[in-house]
Protein backbone atom coordinates (compact mmCIF):
# COMPACT_ATOMS: atom_id res chain seq x y z
CA UNK A 1 0.00 0.00 0.00
CA UNK A 2 0.64 3.33 -0.84
CA UNK A 3 1.99 5.55 1.91
CA UNK A 4 0.40 8.72 2.49
CA UNK A 5 1.94 11.82 1.57
CA UNK A 6 2.90 13.68 5.29
CA UNK A 7 0.93 16.84 5.97
CA UNK A 8 3.00 19.93 5.93
CA UNK A 9 4.21 21.23 9.54
CA UNK A 10 5.67 24.48 10.37
CA UNK A 11 7.08 26.15 13.72
CA UNK A 12 6.29 29.56 14.48
CA UNK A 13 8.41 31.56 12.64
CA UNK A 14 7.82 29.54 9.62
CA UNK A 15 4.10 29.92 9.82
CA UNK A 16 4.69 33.81 10.27
CA UNK A 17 6.63 33.88 6.73
CA UNK A 18 3.99 31.85 5.12
CA UNK A 19 1.54 33.32 6.36
CA UNK A 20 2.90 37.20 6.30
CA UNK A 21 1.48 37.86 10.18
CA UNK A 22 4.54 38.35 12.46
CA UNK A 23 5.01 35.36 15.56
CA UNK A 24 3.68 38.63 18.05
CA UNK A 25 0.11 38.52 16.20
CA UNK A 26 0.19 34.40 16.14
CA UNK A 27 0.41 34.51 20.15
CA UNK A 28 -2.10 37.14 19.92
CA UNK A 29 -4.49 35.40 17.55
CA UNK A 30 -4.25 32.20 19.49
CA UNK A 31 -4.80 34.28 23.14
CA UNK A 32 -7.96 35.71 21.97
CA UNK A 33 -9.21 32.21 20.82
CA UNK A 34 -9.35 33.08 16.65
CA UNK A 35 -6.36 30.67 15.93
CA UNK A 36 -6.57 26.68 17.32
CA UNK A 37 -3.60 25.92 19.98
CA UNK A 38 -0.66 23.96 18.00
CA UNK A 39 0.34 20.12 18.38
CA UNK A 40 3.01 19.96 21.17
CA UNK A 41 5.89 17.70 20.18
CA UNK A 42 8.23 17.40 23.06
CA UNK A 43 9.47 20.96 23.70
CA UNK A 44 8.33 21.96 20.67
CA UNK A 45 4.73 23.41 19.31
CA UNK A 46 3.91 22.84 15.68
CA UNK A 47 1.21 24.23 13.17
CA UNK A 48 -0.21 22.70 10.26
CA UNK A 49 -1.80 23.87 7.16
CA UNK A 50 -5.54 24.39 8.97
CA UNK A 51 -3.40 27.34 11.24
CA UNK A 52 -1.99 28.62 7.75
CA UNK A 53 -5.33 28.46 6.05
CA UNK A 54 -7.00 30.08 8.94
CA UNK A 55 -4.31 33.34 9.12
CA UNK A 56 -4.99 34.08 5.56
CA UNK A 57 -8.85 34.01 6.14
CA UNK A 58 -8.26 36.03 9.38
CA UNK A 59 -6.30 38.62 7.44
CA UNK A 60 -8.56 38.98 4.39
CA UNK A 61 -11.49 39.75 6.63
CA UNK A 62 -9.65 42.62 8.58
CA UNK A 63 -8.49 44.11 5.53
CA UNK A 64 -12.55 43.94 4.56
CA UNK A 65 -12.82 45.60 7.56
CA UNK A 66 -14.00 43.41 9.54
CA UNK A 67 -12.85 43.79 13.52
CA UNK A 68 -11.30 40.70 15.49
CA UNK A 69 -14.02 40.48 17.65
CA UNK A 70 -16.65 39.95 14.76
CA UNK A 71 -14.69 37.64 12.60
CA UNK A 72 -14.38 35.31 16.33
CA UNK A 73 -17.62 35.02 16.32
CA UNK A 74 -17.84 34.11 12.22
CA UNK A 75 -14.81 31.62 13.12
CA UNK A 76 -16.62 29.88 15.89
CA UNK A 77 -19.81 29.38 14.09
CA UNK A 78 -17.59 27.61 11.32
CA UNK A 79 -16.24 26.10 13.86
CA UNK A 80 -19.15 24.26 15.60
CA UNK A 81 -20.73 23.22 12.31
CA UNK A 82 -22.33 26.00 11.31
CA UNK A 83 -20.37 26.93 8.09
CA UNK A 84 -18.74 29.32 7.04
CA UNK A 85 -18.75 29.22 2.88
CA UNK A 86 -21.65 31.37 2.85
CA UNK A 87 -20.54 34.47 4.52
CA UNK A 88 -17.66 34.13 3.16
CA UNK A 89 -19.07 34.54 0.07
CA UNK A 90 -21.50 37.49 1.20
CA UNK A 91 -18.62 39.19 2.51
CA UNK A 92 -17.11 38.91 -0.89
CA UNK A 93 -20.33 39.54 -2.45
CA UNK A 94 -20.51 42.84 -0.30
CA UNK A 95 -16.68 43.96 -0.74
CA UNK A 96 -16.46 42.87 -4.56
CA UNK A 97 -16.91 45.92 -7.27
CA UNK A 98 -19.81 47.76 -7.68
CA UNK A 99 -19.34 49.22 -10.84
CA UNK A 100 -18.11 47.72 -14.40
CA UNK A 101 -16.12 50.14 -14.19
CA UNK A 102 -12.07 48.79 -14.38
CA UNK A 103 -9.14 50.50 -12.61
CA UNK A 104 -6.32 52.32 -14.73
CA UNK A 105 -2.48 53.39 -14.15
CA UNK A 106 -1.65 56.75 -15.28
CA UNK A 107 2.15 58.46 -15.88
CA UNK A 108 3.06 61.53 -13.59
CA UNK A 109 4.20 63.09 -17.18
CA UNK A 110 0.48 62.67 -18.61
CA UNK A 111 -1.08 63.36 -15.17
CA UNK A 112 0.40 66.62 -15.38
CA UNK A 113 -0.08 67.13 -19.35
CA UNK A 114 -4.02 66.45 -18.73
CA UNK A 115 -4.27 69.14 -16.03
CA UNK A 116 -2.27 72.33 -17.15
CA UNK A 117 1.28 70.99 -18.11
CA UNK A 118 2.64 72.56 -14.57
CA UNK A 119 3.55 69.93 -11.79
CA UNK A 120 1.51 70.41 -8.78
CA UNK A 121 2.12 68.22 -5.78
CA UNK A 122 -0.65 70.15 -3.40
CA UNK A 123 -3.09 68.83 -6.37
CA UNK A 124 -1.60 65.21 -6.00
CA UNK A 125 -1.56 65.35 -2.31
CA UNK A 126 -5.38 66.31 -2.73
CA UNK A 127 -6.16 63.45 -5.16
CA UNK A 128 -4.78 60.81 -3.29
CA UNK A 129 -6.59 61.87 -0.14
CA UNK A 130 -9.68 61.76 -1.87
CA UNK A 131 -8.83 58.40 -3.71
CA UNK A 132 -8.90 59.47 -6.78
CA UNK A 133 -5.08 58.87 -7.06
CA UNK A 134 -3.60 56.36 -5.36
CA UNK A 135 0.15 55.60 -4.82
CA UNK A 136 1.77 52.52 -6.34
CA UNK A 137 4.61 50.97 -4.56
CA UNK A 138 8.04 51.57 -6.08
CA UNK A 139 6.69 54.09 -8.64
CA UNK A 140 6.32 56.76 -6.04
CA UNK A 141 6.04 60.24 -8.25
CA UNK A 142 6.11 58.41 -12.06
CA UNK A 143 2.76 56.39 -12.19
CA UNK A 144 -0.40 56.01 -10.08
CA UNK A 145 -3.48 53.84 -9.82
CA UNK A 146 -6.54 55.24 -11.21
CA UNK A 147 -9.50 53.62 -9.53
CA UNK A 148 -12.43 55.54 -11.73
CA UNK A 149 -11.10 56.34 -14.59
CA UNK A 150 -14.48 58.28 -15.56
CA UNK A 151 -13.92 60.36 -12.21
CA UNK A 152 -10.52 61.19 -13.30
CA UNK A 153 -12.02 61.93 -16.62
CA UNK A 154 -14.69 64.62 -15.41
CA UNK A 155 -12.29 66.26 -13.55
CA UNK A 156 -9.97 67.01 -16.72
CA UNK A 157 -12.73 68.27 -18.73
CA UNK A 158 -14.09 70.52 -15.94
CA UNK A 159 -10.36 71.57 -15.86
CA UNK A 160 -10.53 71.91 -19.00
CA UNK A 161 -13.44 73.91 -19.19
CA UNK A 162 -11.82 76.66 -16.71
CA UNK A 163 -12.68 75.14 -13.27
CA UNK A 164 -9.83 75.71 -10.96
CA UNK A 165 -8.22 72.55 -9.32
CA UNK A 166 -9.18 74.07 -5.88
CA UNK A 167 -12.61 74.53 -6.66
CA UNK A 168 -13.19 70.62 -8.36
CA UNK A 169 -11.58 68.86 -5.22
CA UNK A 170 -13.71 71.04 -3.25
CA UNK A 171 -16.72 69.95 -5.19
CA UNK A 172 -16.21 66.35 -5.00
CA UNK A 173 -15.67 66.28 -0.77
CA UNK A 174 -19.35 68.07 -0.97
CA UNK A 175 -20.72 65.57 -3.21
CA UNK A 176 -19.07 62.37 -1.79
CA UNK A 177 -20.87 64.00 1.83
CA UNK A 178 -24.42 63.87 -0.22
CA UNK A 179 -23.84 60.44 -1.91
CA UNK A 180 -22.59 59.26 0.94
CA UNK A 181 -26.16 59.60 2.35
CA UNK A 182 -28.32 58.59 -0.06
CA UNK A 183 -25.87 55.41 0.11
CA UNK A 184 -26.84 55.16 3.99
CA UNK A 185 -30.66 55.35 2.89
CA UNK A 186 -30.57 53.10 0.64
CA UNK A 187 -28.38 50.49 2.66
CA UNK A 188 -30.89 51.21 5.65
CA UNK A 189 -33.90 50.83 3.55
CA UNK A 190 -32.89 47.15 2.01
CA UNK A 191 -31.92 46.22 5.05
CA UNK A 192 -35.37 46.73 6.72
CA UNK A 193 -37.48 45.57 3.98
CA UNK A 194 -34.82 42.88 2.19
CA UNK A 195 -31.94 41.90 4.12
CA UNK A 196 -33.35 41.54 7.60
CA UNK A 197 -34.72 37.91 7.35
CA UNK A 198 -31.54 37.12 5.96
CA UNK A 199 -29.47 38.28 8.89
CA UNK A 200 -31.35 37.85 11.71
CA UNK A 201 -28.84 35.15 13.36
CA UNK A 202 -25.79 36.39 14.44
CA UNK A 203 -23.45 35.58 12.43
CA UNK A 204 -26.29 34.11 9.66
CA UNK A 205 -26.27 30.50 9.09
CA UNK A 206 -24.51 29.28 5.81
CA UNK A 207 -27.66 29.25 4.23
CA UNK A 208 -29.23 32.75 4.87
CA UNK A 209 -25.87 34.53 3.94
CA UNK A 210 -26.07 32.62 0.72
CA UNK A 211 -29.39 33.71 -0.31
CA UNK A 212 -28.54 36.88 1.00
CA UNK A 213 -25.25 37.21 -1.23
CA UNK A 214 -27.38 36.46 -3.83
CA UNK A 215 -30.00 38.89 -3.34
CA UNK A 216 -26.82 41.08 -3.61
CA UNK A 217 -26.03 40.50 -6.69
CA UNK A 218 -29.40 41.22 -7.97
CA UNK A 219 -30.08 44.55 -5.94
CA UNK A 220 -26.66 46.12 -6.84
CA UNK A 221 -27.21 47.27 -9.82
CA UNK A 222 -30.64 48.63 -8.32
CA UNK A 223 -28.44 51.87 -6.38
CA UNK A 224 -27.02 53.40 -9.37
CA UNK A 225 -30.24 52.94 -11.67
CA UNK A 226 -32.59 55.08 -9.30
CA UNK A 227 -29.58 57.59 -8.84
CA UNK A 228 -28.64 57.81 -12.89
CA UNK A 229 -32.68 58.35 -13.32
CA UNK A 230 -33.20 60.79 -10.33
CA UNK A 231 -30.02 62.75 -11.19
CA UNK A 232 -31.12 62.97 -14.57
CA UNK A 233 -34.11 63.88 -13.66
CA UNK A 234 -33.40 66.83 -11.67
CA UNK A 235 -30.57 67.96 -14.04
CA UNK A 236 -33.50 68.05 -16.97
CA UNK A 237 -35.38 70.19 -14.59
CA UNK A 238 -33.11 72.66 -12.77
CA UNK A 239 -31.05 73.24 -15.98
CA UNK A 240 -34.31 74.38 -17.40
CA UNK A 241 -34.99 77.05 -14.68
CA UNK A 242 -31.39 77.76 -14.50
CA UNK A 243 -31.49 78.50 -18.58
CA UNK A 244 -34.71 80.72 -18.18
CA UNK A 245 -32.83 83.03 -15.65
CA UNK A 246 -29.96 83.54 -17.33
CA UNK A 247 -32.15 84.35 -20.82
CA UNK A 248 -34.82 86.06 -19.04
CA UNK A 249 -34.03 90.40 -19.28
CA UNK A 250 -34.65 91.00 -15.98
CA UNK A 251 -34.17 87.59 -14.24
CA UNK A 252 -36.47 87.04 -11.01
CA UNK A 253 -35.25 87.39 -7.58
CA UNK A 254 -35.38 84.44 -5.69
CA UNK A 255 -38.11 83.87 -3.10
CA UNK A 256 -37.07 84.04 0.63
CA UNK A 257 -39.81 80.82 1.07
CA UNK A 258 -37.75 78.93 -0.90
CA UNK A 259 -36.33 75.67 0.70
CA UNK A 260 -32.66 75.58 0.08
CA UNK A 261 -30.09 72.82 0.07
CA UNK A 262 -27.61 72.81 2.86
CA UNK A 263 -24.42 70.94 2.51
CA UNK A 264 -23.57 69.12 6.19
CA UNK A 265 -20.97 66.52 7.39
CA UNK A 266 -21.58 63.26 7.15
CA UNK A 267 -21.02 62.90 10.40
CA UNK A 268 -23.45 65.13 11.55
CA UNK A 269 -25.81 63.24 9.49
CA UNK A 270 -25.15 60.00 10.91
CA UNK A 271 -25.17 61.54 14.71
CA UNK A 272 -28.91 63.27 13.96
CA UNK A 273 -29.95 59.64 12.73
CA UNK A 274 -28.91 57.94 15.61
CA UNK A 275 -30.89 60.30 17.79
CA UNK A 276 -34.19 60.26 15.67
CA UNK A 277 -33.90 57.81 12.99
CA UNK A 278 -33.49 58.39 9.32
CA UNK A 279 -36.90 59.68 8.99
CA UNK A 280 -36.26 62.44 11.23
CA UNK A 281 -33.38 64.01 10.34
CA UNK A 282 -34.86 67.12 8.30
CA UNK A 283 -37.03 67.93 10.88
CA UNK A 284 -34.99 67.63 13.76
CA UNK A 285 -31.95 70.24 11.97
CA UNK A 286 -34.83 72.66 11.10
CA UNK A 287 -36.39 72.57 14.48
CA UNK A 288 -32.69 72.63 16.03
CA UNK A 289 -31.79 76.07 13.67
CA UNK A 290 -35.07 77.63 14.46
CA UNK A 291 -35.16 76.84 18.11
CA UNK A 292 -31.18 78.76 17.66
CA UNK A 293 -32.46 81.42 15.44
CA UNK A 294 -35.10 82.26 18.58
CA UNK A 295 -32.74 82.53 20.72
CA UNK A 296 -30.16 84.50 19.23
CA UNK A 297 -33.34 86.98 18.84
CA UNK A 298 -34.41 86.73 22.18
CA UNK A 299 -30.74 87.37 23.32
CA UNK A 300 -30.55 90.56 21.15
CA UNK A 301 -33.43 92.22 22.48
CA UNK A 302 -32.54 91.52 25.71
CA UNK A 303 -29.38 92.96 25.17
CA UNK A 304 -31.10 96.14 23.33
CA UNK A 305 -33.37 96.35 26.76
CA UNK A 306 -30.29 96.61 29.05
CA UNK A 307 -28.72 99.18 26.97
CA UNK A 308 -31.72 101.55 26.92
CA UNK A 309 -32.24 101.00 30.59
CA UNK A 310 -28.87 101.78 31.32
CA UNK A 311 -28.87 105.16 28.96
CA UNK A 312 -32.06 105.97 30.74
Keep these: ?51 LARLRQIADLLDRGYTLASIKELLEAWDTGRGLGGVLGLVAEVHGPWTDEEADRISRAELDARFGGTPDEEAIREAVELGVLERLPGREGEEYLVPSPQELAVAAELYAAGVPLAAITG ?46 RRLRPLAQ ?69 HKRTLDALATSRHKQGGIG
Design 1 to 51: MAEQSAQPEYRIEDLAHHSGATVRTIRAYQDRGLLPRPERRGRSNVYGDAH
Design 171 to 216: HLRELRDQVEHIASRFLEFTTEHVFARYLEHRPPTDADAAEAATMV
Design 225 to 293: QTVDAELARAMRLLATRHLQIHLSPDPPRARDDQPRAVSLPAGTIRAVQSLVGAEGVEAFIAAATEREV
